[in-house]
């Protein structure tokens, strides 16, 4: 009769003992496995002589369920202390600020982008957008380059329809023809989005970015496209002065048409923006031709204006030093890391456009 006291003290000393999960379901199956402590001693209830039976199943039943119950009480306490563990170890102070987690970049050419339209917008130019997939109508025609035209073969079109009615747009000039033609004018926008032509070499990639200017309104003259010019050139190089020269040239959409190269040096292996007498082409402008604004059913006779287009990656690559344009569409995140933008410092023209 002993057994039962003894069970229940080792058990008890057993207990009060540091025990792990794994150890006190070892301690469970000894007891209660079939060959265990307490299995066993039921096993002699057969056997033992009458007078004691019924006492000593009573006793072993009252062990069995005290012993269960103090086992299961020591597992969910177990149990608890672990998920606990668990819970303190993967825990996350969501009150931290969240800078040191930022990790994406904001890619050169979306910032450009975002400064542009921020100067542009300073004076009064509202954002328009086409769509890359254009129709020859828009991207040609409607801008006084006819069917045979020599400027079409310049363009490396890539048609996407054997009647070469669909395109890959060549440049972002036929979004002024689609904003014209849903609105009335004055018109003040610009355009920035990507372009495509078939070539690609280190300052050539067939995907690049342009962004259109179109000012239309009752007195506009080219004095006006020549202050807008030099205004945003300064704004964008965040620099005081610059050297701005107009060439002649020809499109078929201006009249008079002209490119414009800005004046630099290079100082230390760096590129100074409005010092020194080389020059650089960076965009191409002029007046807008009388035939596009009759396309768009605007009067000619009423309304004039400029137009301009300008290289987005050129620019950016100019600003921030990148000398392969290739590098800008790799989707390299080493390089994007080193000549990204922090996503948080939105450029504007108040708070600075490049910190
Ligand atoms: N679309 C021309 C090009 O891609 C650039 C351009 C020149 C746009 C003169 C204009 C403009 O709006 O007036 O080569």
Known sequence: MHDLKKIKDEFLTKLKGKVNLSEINQIKSDLFGKNGLISSQFKKIGIIEVSKRKKFASDLNFLKDELQSLINLKIKELENIEINEKLEKEKIDITLPERPFVRGRIHPVSQTIDE???IFSEIGFSVEEGPDVE??????????????????????TFYLDEKKQKLLRTHT??????TMLKDKPPFKIIAPGRTYRSDSD??????FHQVEGLHIDTNINMGHLKGCLSYFIKEFFEVKK??????????????????????????????IIGEGDKWLEILGCGMVHPNVLRNVKVDPAKYQGYAFGIGIDRLAMLKYGINDLRAFFDCDYRWLNHFGFDPLDVPSNYRGLSR
């Open 116 to 118: 542009i339209s921020s």
């Open 135 to 156: 129709n020859e109508y828009n991207n040609f025609t409607a801008l006084n380059t006819p069917d045979n035209h020599p400027a079409r073969d310049m363009h490396d």
């Open 173 to 178: 000039s036929p979004v002024q023809i689609r």
């Open 202 to 207: 280190q300052t050539h990639s067939p995907m």
């Open 242 to 271: 610059i050297k701005m020269r107009f060439r002649p040239s020809h499109f078929p959409f201006t009249e008079p048409s002209a490119e414009v190269d800005i004046g630099y040096e290079i100082k230390d292996g760096k590129i």
